[in-house]
């Protein structure tokens, strides 16, 4: 009995032991993930501090930086005032070269593309038959003609009798209808002789105006007819050639201000506007508005001798109304928009940027027309607006 309480003491004993070096173990390892977690949040404020300090320091620095923009002075030029429209290149004559009369086309003159002058070979359709109805026509009015001879003696014979009394005045009336009726057979004739020679002169092909020939139609061996839908080839007048465009209705007050000073220019341009063309004068407005699209048609009429210009070819067309003579201009890229209307950045000799009303009469191309709010001189930002405001300090460099 005394030897077993001995035994359950001395275990209890070795228990509460092992228990204490337990929560002696644990204890060190807790302080150590305290102290780690007090250390990793100063080194998060600490290294927030820098940070805002840094960026403070940072927008300082950047505000007190100039920005570099582009300025261009203010300054008086002549601006040609144009309106813009697309059109196309027109001739003033295309003609579809036709037989005038049955037969077989024998020979054909012109090449392909050949450039032509009125008047000049261009086939030629068998004359033969032609040549004969016009020799027949003559044989037949020489026969006529000596009819007509015959019967103007017999009646001047017979007069003559009539007044001796040996021939009655019947006689003498019907000689003269016999001379009157030959009369009018050798002027049949004579329509008959000219409507031959006419058909002679059709079967030799011309050219009806100067121009450049297109793709032959027929080839010589066929037998053509005036009734043929085709033709033998289209000709094409290139010098002077027209151009056909188009403009907003809203620009007809204007355009008729400009004809009443005097014919008013064209110019035509490529269809991106980078290449001139040709110029020529404004010939026709036409008399009605296209309802469904807004629009006039304007065509004018100019030189083509370089053939920079052709047919169905689509261009610019700009039309000259006015020349603003020592208008204030700046780059239409300075013009900028604000609530109030239009402004622009003006650098005054501090260097500052500072932002102006101004008001743009008329934008031309690349040029702003100003009236009122600058003066020659003013240097006016035309890049660089994005990073300025007013009182920015700026670093200009001259545009050009």
Not at 106 to 122: I, N, R
Not at 239 to 260: G, K
Not at 351 to 368: L, N, W, Y
Request: charged residues 25%; hydrophobic residues 40%.
């Amino acid at each position: 009995m005394g030897h077993a309480l001995v035994k359950l003491c001395k275990s209890r004993w070795r228990g509460t032991r092992n228990a204490a070096s337990m929560r002696y173990v644990k204890k060190p390892i807790l302080w150590t993930l305290i102290s780690l977690a007090a250390i990793v949040a100063v080194v998060i404020v600490i290294v927030r501090s820098h940070a805002a300090r840094a960026a403070r320091e940072g927008d300082k620095g950047a505000h007190d930086r100039p920005v570099p923009v582009t300025i261009v002075r203010a300054a008086k030029e002549d601006v040609p005032i144009t309106v813009e429209g697309l059109g196309t290149v027109t001739p003033l004559y295309t003609v579809t070269v036709k037989t005038q009369v049955d037969g077989r086309l024998d020979k054909v003159f012109f090449t392909e593309g050949q450039y032509v002058k009125q008047g000049e070979p261009l086939a030629l359709v068998d004359p033969r038959p032609f040549e004969i109805q016009e020799a027949q026509a003559s044989a037949q009015r020489a026969k006529d003609q000596a009819t007509e001879r015959n019967d103007e003696l017999t009646m001047r014979r017979d007069a003559e009798l009539s007044r001796q009394g040996l021939v009655s005045q019947q006689q003498v009336d019907n000689d003269r209808a016999a001379v009157e009726a030959a009369q009018a057979a050798v002027m049949a004739d004579e329509a008959q002789v000219r409507a031959a020679a006419l058909n002679v002169t059709y079967a030799h092909i011309q050219s009806p105006i100067d121009g450049v020939t297109g793709i032959r139609l027929v080839d010589p061996g066929n037998i053509v007819h005036p009734a043929d839908a085709t033709g033998l080839v289209v000709v094409t007048q290139l010098d002077p050639i027209a151009v056909v465009f188009t403009l907003p209705q809203d620009d007809l007050p204007r355009i008729s201000e400009a004809r009443s000073r005097g014919t008013p220019r064209v110019t035509a341009l490529s269809r991106d506007g980078s290449a001139p063309l040709g110029a020529g004068d404004l010939t026709v407005v036409d008399n009605q508005i296209n309802q469904q699209t807004a629009t006039l048609r304007i065509k004018a009429q100019m030189p083509n001798p370089d053939k920079k210009l052709w047919p169905n070819q689509f261009v610019k067309a700009r039309l000259l109304l006015d020349v603003k003579k020592d208008a204030l201009v700046v780059p239409a890229q300075a013009i900028q928009r604000g609530p109030k209307g239009t402004f622009v950045y003006v650098v005054d000799d501090a260097q500052k940027a500072q932002a102006r009303d101004v008001q743009a009469d008329e934008i031309q191309g690349d040029r702003a027309i100003v009236t009122k709010g600058l003066a020659v001189g003013d240097r006016v930002v035309t890049e660089g607006q994005a990073q300025i405001k007013p009182g920015t300090t700026v670093q200009p460099q001259q545009g050009k």
